[in-house]
């Protein structure tokens, strides 16, 4: 079992940065990959960012390359992610999901572990 819980989300003005921070915990965490996908109203949920536990792996979208980055803090067990110069259309619901770096990049409805979410808004 693996726990997901998200924080950092709120609302910023157009140009401006927020962190996320994905913490994990559980017996399985160190075998997992995380991701960081965004939902917004109306829309399905898609993938934004992927990190393998080792580090050695990144995924960024297209859509958010380079503005956004995902890191990790092992010692933590903590996921960020970092957004910059965040637009209208970043606003959403960001969700942190944890499974292999091959389910959560090409079959995420197969993801076994989602947390909550954290909401962000960005206002224009």
């Known amino acids: 079992q693996v726990q997901l819980v998200e924080s950092g989300g709120g609302s910023v003005q157009a140009g401006g940065s927020l962190r996320l921070s994905c913490q994990a915990s559980g017996r399985t965490v160190s075998r997992n990959a995380i991701g960081w996908f965004r939902q917004a109203p109306g829309k399905e949920r898609v993938l934004v960012a992927a990190?393998?536990?080792?580090?050695?792996?990144?995924h960024i979208a297209d859509s958010v390359k380079g503005r956004f980055s995902i890191s990790r803090d092992n010692a933590k067990a903590t996921v960020y992610l970092q957004m910059n110069s965040l637009r209208s259309e970043d606003t959403a619901v960001y969700y942190c999901a944890a499974d292999s770096a091959r389910v959560l990049t090409s079959a995420p409805r197969h993801i076994q572990y989602w947390g909550p979410g954290t909401a962000v808004t960005v206002s224009s």
């Open positions: 990190i393998t536990w080792s580090g050695d792996s990144t």
